[in-house]
């Protein structure tokens, strides 16, 4: 599982799943809200069409991958 940290708004929390369900699939992919931030479990980093799309889906502030 790769670790994504995605700095958005505290209420795109619901778009946020259901943007990572479509993408990954259901129970793939997980989600915890920390400091501030999510924390995103991923089966792989977010391709760059991926990404693009998550900008057009929540208020997207930062994106960092670990």
């Known amino acids: 599982m790769r ?3 995605i700095s958005a708004r505290y209420c795109d ?3 946020l799943g259901n ?3 479509d993408t990954f699939g259901y129970g793939k992919a997980g989600v915890k809200y920390t400091r501030g931030k999510y924390q ?3 089966p792989r ?3 760059p069409d991926e990404l693009e799309r998550l900008t057009k889906t929540i208020q997207l502030e930062h994106y960092r991958e670990i």
């Open 40 to 42: 995103c479990f991923l």
């Open 19 to 21: 943007f990572l369900i």
């Open 3 to 5: 670790t994504v940290i």
């Open 13 to 15: 929390e619901p778009a």
């Open 45 to 47: 980093f977010l391709r």
